[in-house]
């Protein structure tokens, strides 16, 4: 069986690579690239990319991506070897590629998630809208065989351009694809959850992305790689408090990350640089996708959707599309598995063909009927696409499951008052994977959680095997009873804090005897979503509050919306931890400021979880009536 996945994985990647050449050799033979340095209003030039088709006896749209990552290779003779889609590819768009301002080849001055200005009053009042607004204009007046319509698409950081072609308001934008879209850096997306700062995906990318560019360049920069070690679980373990990476690794010359040490809370800084509350009144067609089990940006999908649909409620235009993939993985290789998950069909090339597609040729060429639903979502578990007129669903009813004595999960709470007791010491948090490796992987997020159970500082709830499917289509909400007890190690008089990690979990049968990369899925526990919130943001993002010792505690907080079956023969699990390292960065656990705290303000705690009574802890589940 090993032996046999070995080989068909060899000849899907031989297969895929030789699609590659083929479809570079069609890009090369039916495209002719330009490059220009497009100006703006206040004079800065951004280098653009223009791929346009060959056979101009007729006019093409133009499709657009705007990025911070390069639109390499440079040079009129470099072609890239998959532009896009290559169903529209084929089809026949102008496709743009532009280096945004202050990054690669482009003029200016780059910031990172520039905040959308509604105001400007002059022509040095410039923003990414302004910047993409800009650029089509000159783009109708001067890309050869355009037709006047434009559509803009990227995934992740392009994605929050994509979110800004939007707010551009131009008429010829007639229609956006924000894809993993970055929307909101501190609530959930990439360097915060809720708070709580992304350790390892933000050092990792910031040690190279956040270098100052002086001056235009073909080149990136090399980020951090003085490990010394193949384990991240031990480097940052032993690299200390957060304020330790800088001294250490960055010395002071990474501005963003300077940013992020300066800004704990989600103060007036962060608030500009949330563009959600400016989506009102859109024109353009908008089609946002993610990935359900998207490691960066899972949350930016939702959030940006529902922000649109809750501000334009007069729109039949916006839709979602959330499929079984990591971070773009709708846009590489077929999606027909993550990790030891596999989802019984090639959900890429789907979505590519069935979905992408007809969005784009129907809004910007007038082709076919666009019969895509409100909501066109992939249920793991039953591995089906499933379709709702609306998101969440109005089929689903968010129904809570209490935790009960004995590791019991149910509809119903005890009747009697009663508790679980943890120890969360800093000094031995809770790994996030239980491999060995340096690089954070995508595939955590449909891991193993075994390992995770067997731990004295995870508690574990669980409900009997289910005899008939329990479809959940929707938000999940953690609704947590608590108390802390630092039995005396918090400096005197200072008040508490922690983080708590839950996580929803799909558990195999026992007596399944398939598996998956040599992994027996048999009992295999599949995280299915997992959300870390640091407690003192429980009030407000704004204004963090301490806990009291001992005084209950009451920690509610939504995780991303999840679409999943947990069929007959499988059961529903609930695991509860307060911490996951180093995915997340370690809470001292003191009421400090976290990006100052030294090595010394760490001290373990005694979290105590209520149930039962009026203190009933619990996770609220968005059940789809069948």
């Given amino acids: 069986m090993r032996l046999f996945a070995t080989l068909l994985c060899i000849f899907q990647i031989l297969a895929l690579r030789a699609q590659d050449t083929t479809d570079a050799a069609f890009i090369r033979a039916n495209y002719t690239k330009r490059e220009v340095l497009i100006p703006m209003r206040d004079g800065v030039r951004l280098f653009t990319s223009i791929y346009t088709p060959k056979n101009l006896s007729k006019t093409y749209p133009i499709l657009m991506r705007r990025t911070p990552y390069s639109c390499a290779p440079y040079g009129v003779d470099a072609y890239s070897d998959r532009i896009q889609n290559m169903h529209l590819v084929r089809a026949g ?6 280096d945004v301002r202050g990054r690669y080849m482009s003029e200016g001055e780059f910031v990172d998630v520039r905040p959308h200005n509604p ?14 607004y800009d650029t089509v204009e000159w783009l109708l007046h001067n890309a050869a065989g355009n037709n006047g319509r434009v559509g803009v698409y990227g995934i992740s950081y392009p994605g929050f351009y994509a979110s800004m072609a939007i707010l551009a308001d131009h008429p010829s934008i007639r229609a956006v694809s924000p894809q993993a879209p970055v929307t909101d850096w501190f609530i959930g997306d990439d360097f915060h959850h809720n708070g709580a700062f992304m350790l390892m995906d933000a050092f990792g990318f910031y040690s190279g992305f956040g270098k100052p560019r002086p001056a235009p360049t073909m080149q990136g ?16 373990l032993q690299a200390g408090a957060l304020r330790n990476f800088n001294e250490k690794y960055l010395k002071g010359g990474i501005p963003f990350w300077n940013d992020l040490m300066a800004h704990p809370d989600m103060d007036a800084w962060w608030q500009a640089r949330n563009p959600r509350p400016h989506m009102k009144n859109i024109r353009p067609a908008v089609m946002t996708v993610g990935g359900l089990f998207d490691a960066e940006d899972c949350f930016g999908a939702w959030a940006m ?11 039949t235009s916006n839709r979602i599309v959330m499929g079984p993939w990591s971070h773009g993985g709708w846009a590489r290789g077929t999606g027909e598995r993550l990790g030891n998950v596999a989802f019984g069909q090639a959900t890429s090339t789907f979505y590519e063909k069935e979905i992408e597609f007809p969005f784009f040729e129907y809004h910007l060429k007038d082709i076919g009927r666009l019969a895509l639903p409100e909501a066109y979502v992939f249920e793991t578990g039953s591995n089906r696409w499933v379709t709702h007129a609306s998101w969440p669903p109005l089929q689903s009813e968010p129904t809570k499951f209490f935790f009960r004595e004995k590791g019991g999960l149910g509809t119903t709470p005890d009747s009697k008052a009663g508790s679980e007791r943890y120890t969360s010491n800093p000094a031995k948090p809770v790994p996030y994977t239980e491999d060995i490796h340096l690089r954070r992987t995508r595939e955590y997020m449909t ?21 008939r499917p329990l479809l959940l289509h929707g938000p999940v909400v953690a609704d947590l009873w608590v108390t802390l007890d630092d039995r005396g190690a918090a400096a005197p008089g200072r008040l508490l804090d922690a983080d708590f990690v839950v996580k929803l979990i799909d558990v195999f049968p026992d007596t399944l005897q398939t598996e998956e990369n040599g992994v027996p899925l048999g009992g295999y526990q599949m995280l299915v979503r997992g959300e870390i919130f640091r407690g003192r943001y429980r009030n407000s993002f704004e204004k963090p509050e301490g806990f009291e010792r001992g005084k209950p505690t009451r920690v509610r907080f939504e995780l991303p919306d999840v679409v999943h079956a947990v069929l007959p023969g499988h059961r529903l699990m609930i695991q509860v931890q307060s911490s996951w390292f180093p995915l997340a ?21 005694e979290i105590t979880l209520l149930r039962g009574g009026e203190q009933a802890s619990g996770v609220v589940l968005p059940v789809l009536r069948q």
């Fill in 585 to 605: 960065d370690r809470n001292p656990q003191q009421f400090v400021n976290i990006y100052e705290a030294g090595d010394a303000d760490f001290i373990p705690l």
């Fill in 221 to 236: 920069s090399p980020g951090f790689s003085d490990w010394k070690t193949p384990d991240n679980y031990v480097f940052y």
């Fill in 447 to 467: 891991d193993d959680q075994r390992f995770a159970a067997r731990r004295p500082d995870v508690l574990v709830y669980e409900m009997p095997v289910q005899d």
């Fill in 305 to 315: 959707y529902k922000a649109i649909e809750s501000q334009n409620p007069q729109t």
């Fill in 119 to 132: 105001d400007k009053k002059t022509k040095k009042d410039t923003d990414e809208a302004s910047d993409t």
């Fill in 93 to 98: 768009y102008i496709f743009v590629f532009q």
